[in-house]
Structures are given as structure tokens and as C-alpha cells.
């Protein structure tokens, strides 16, 4: 596997975790603030995976 | 004599060699790993009630850690896509920013979080007197909810009483000035009752008793160690307080409010070290051994950074080669931050 798989995985597990922790912020209302951060992070995650999945097709990784 | 394969893939594995020994590596760290995580669970679900500690970690500085972390690994395979397209600028700028990254994050660690669990002071109360701190354990409030309960007492250790014998003064004499003490005779009798606490800072601040101190205190010939008086954390100086009862994204430490513990009624105490508990022994075995890796990490990514032979001066002579020993540091920097990425939510959040 090259860096270029790991890399997509990572960003797969990062995305889940952030939904994660934005669950875990939501959930009887703990951290309503945290929960929206997560949940904007692992949407900005999601985007960067698929950028990061075409940019990488272009190129010779 | 040039060695075969550092460059190109070996025909047979469709892998160049540093690849093939990093993947087989990282086989070695999931099992090391693995058998940590399964040490977690098993001692979890073994705990007792009361035993297993929830929320004592700062979830805005793990969840900044993490994030530093993630960024980190965006940034690793920057430098390596910058390197294949022969951009030694670029690779210059993101490996820096990687490196900066992961010292970031092991300053957070050693700077904040960890020295911050030794100042802390924890005292497991003995079964048969816990109802006598209930104002402390709020225990009934737990139970009319259904909930487990508390048989920890936790805070900022303010002073210990201790009883002395005057036979042995010269020894608890020396032992206070070693370690910065005051002591002042007890009102209430003058010749054995003495209280000790570390003497304050240039703001005139208290300064407390670490637990380690109040440990060894304990071991000094002749003392007797009588009660702690400690600024007890939120959940104890308000145990009833529904706030109290879930987990708490915003860490608050220690109190003013006062509680005193007495030495009998207690079953164990020590700062937050890993011999406090399960929890606190397989928390620093798991987040010392990561932050090793990540030291290591840092130091490898530093050596491919620095204008010297192996390093970053090989992008002249052979950038393909460069580029190969990026993509394993890059892949060793992923597998560190996907631990992470496990140890962050079980230790932090649940």
C-alpha cells in the first residue's frame, strides 16, 4: 500500500472520528459548540478526501 | 557498492525495499498496539464501580492535539506530492510545517498535560467510611438516579496533618527543609500536632503539598500522617449537582472549596500517576509509548528536512530516492497518528 492509500484511510477514520466527536458534543447537549466544530471539520475532511482523490489520479503518485 | 531496489520496486514484491521493511514494521507496532488497547478494555470492563475515572482530562487541549496531529499527516504527504513533482521548495516548507506539527504536540504533552496529573492529589476512601463523606460523594444523589458511585476524593492537596514523634524531630526537621515545608504547631496541641504545607510563592499564593511529598512525608521515621486537608475538585465540592453526574467538555479544576480527608479512612492516595489505578497506568503506558513514536517521528522527519547528506541534499543527487524515504516517514507518521486518532475518543470522551 503507498502513501497515497494510507493517506485515504486515514482521512476515512479521521472523518469518522470527527463525526464522532461531534456526536459526543451533541448528545445531551455537552457540547453543542464542540459538536458544530466536529461536524465542520469532518465536512472540510470529506471535501479534502475527494480533492486528494482526484488531484492524486492526475498524478503519478 | 550500490544496493538494489532502494530506487525502483523488486519485481517480485512490486515493492522497493524501505517499503517493504516499513510495512512489515508497522505489522510489529499494530500488534504492540493492539495488545495495549485490549489490556484497556479488559481492565475497563474489569473495573468496580467507582474505580474507572470519567472526565479528568482536558478534552479542548486532546481535541486540539488531534487536530494538530491530522494536519500533520495532511502536511507529510504534501511534502512527498511537492518531491515527486520536484518542488524541493515546497517539500521544504510542508516536511517544516509536519515537524512544527509534532513538536507542537509533544510540548503540549510534556509541558501541560502531563505535569498537570503529578500536582493532582486523589484519595480512594476505605468501603466502610464512605458514608461519612458523603457531602463530598454525593452517593445518595447517585443512587435515586441510578447511577455508579463515588469512592474517590480528588483535588489540590493545601496541607497534610501529621503527628510527630519528638524523639525523631531532628529527621521530619531535615525532611521540611529539603523539601521546602512550613510547618506550624497545632492549636489544639502545640507539642505532636503539626500541619505542613509548601511555602508560598512570590504572590504570597499557596502553594500546596505535591502528593509525592505528602508520600514520602509519610515515610519519615517518627511521623504519623493524621488527615489532608486539599480545594476539592468540582465534582466533589458540588457531588450533587447534576452538572456533576455526565461527562463535561470543559475542563475545571480544583476549587477553594475546602474538605478534609482523614488519613484512617483512607484506602489509597497519590497523585495521578500511573500507579493511582488501572485507568491512569494503561493512560500513560498507551499516550508515553505514542509520544515516543512521535518523538521518533519528528527526529526522522527533521534528519530528511536538514541540508545534509541523506537528508534533504539528496533531492540533488537522486530525488527519487528522497522521495522513497519521505513516503515511509510519511507512512510511519500516519500509523502514529492513527493511534491517535484511537486513543484520543477512549480516553477522553468515553
Not at chain 2, 97 to 117: D, H, R, T
Not at chain 2, 203 to 221: F, H, N, Q, S
Not at chain 2, 228 to 247: Q, T, V, W
Amino acid at each position: 500500500m503507498s502513501l497515497k492509500a494510507f493517506h485515504l484511510f486515514f482521512i476515512v477514520l479521521a472523518i469518522l472520528l470527527a463525526a464522532g466527536c461531534a456526536a459526543w458534543g451533541f448528545v445531551n447537549g455537552l457540547a453543542p459548540a464542540f459538536g458544530f466544530t466536529c461536524s465542520g471539520i469532518a465536512f472540510v475532511l470529506v471535501i479534502y478526501g475527494v480533492s486528494f482523490l482526484k488531484k492524486s489520479r492526475k498524478l503519478i503518485l | 557498492m550500490q544496493i538494489p531496489h532502494e530506487v525502483t520496486a523488486r519485481p517480485d514484491t512490486g515493492l522497493y525495499n524501505a517499503k517493504l521493511g516499513i510495512w512489515l514494521f508497522l505489522a510489529s507496532e499494530v500488534m504492540l498496539f493492539g495488545g495495549l488497547f485490549s489490556a484497556y478494555i479488559f481492565l475497563r470492563m474489569g473495573a468496580e464501580d467507582g474505580y474507572w475515572p470519567h472526565g479528568l482530562l482536558n478534552v479542548p487541549v486532546g481535541a486540539g492535539n488531534t487536530a494538530i496531529l491530522i494536519a500533520s499527516s495532511v502536511t507529510v504527504v504534501l511534502a512527498w506530492a511537492s518531491l515527486k513533482m520536484r518542488k524541493f521548495s515546497q517539500y521544504k516548507l510542508w516536511m517544516g510545517i509536519s515537524i512544527l506539527c509534532g513538536a507542537l504536540f509533544l510540548i503540549v504533552k510534556l509541558a501541560y498535560e502531563w505535569p498537570q496529573k503529578f500536582e493532582h492529589f486523589g484519595a480512594f476512601i476505605k468501603k466502610d467510611a464512605i458514608e461519612h463523606y458523603e457531602k463530598y460523594l454525593g452517593n445518595h444523589h447517585l443512587k435515586e438516579k441510578g447511577l455508579p458511585p463515588r469512592v474517590e476524593i480528588s483535588g489540590h492537596l493545601h496541607e497534610v496533618e501529621i503527628a510527630a514523634d519528638p524523639a525523631e524531630k531532628e529527621k521530619l526537621e531535615v525532611f521540611l527543609k529539603q523539601h521546602d515545608l512550613e510547618a506550624k504547631p497545632d492549636e489544639h496541641d502545640a507539642k505532636l500536632q503539626i500541619v505542613c504545607s509548601e511555602k508560598k510563592d512570590k504572590d504570597g499564593k499557596r502553594e500546596g503539598i505535591r502528593p509525592g511529598v505528602a508520600e514520602d512525608l509519610e515515610k519519615v521515621p517518627g511521623v504519623k500522617l493524621i488527615a489532608f486537608e486539599l480545594g476539592l475538585d468540582p465534582i466533589n465540592a458540588a457531588p450533587d449537582n447534576p452538572e456533576s453526574d455526565k461527562p463535561h467538555f470543559l475542563y475545571k479544576g480544583p476549587t477553594e472549596t475546602p474538605g478534609k480527608i482523614e488519613r484512617k479512612d483512607v484506602e489509597f492516595y497519590s497523585s495521578f500517576a500511573p500507579k493511582h489505578s488501572s485507568y491512569f497506568a494503561v493512560y500513560f503506558t498507551i499516550t508515553g509509548l505514542h509520544g515516543l513514536h512521535v518523538l521518533a517521528g519528528v527526529l526522522i522527519m527533521l534528519y530528511f528536512w536538514l541540508p545534509i547528506e541523506g537528508g534533504a541534499n539528496m533531492f540533488k543527487r537522486n530525488p527519487e530516492h528522497l522521495a522513497n524515504r519521505v513516503e515511509v516517514v510519511g507512512l510511519f507518521w500516519h500509523f502514529v497518528d492513527l493511534v491517535w486518532i484511537f486513543v484520543f475518543p477512549i480516553f477522553y470522551l468515553l
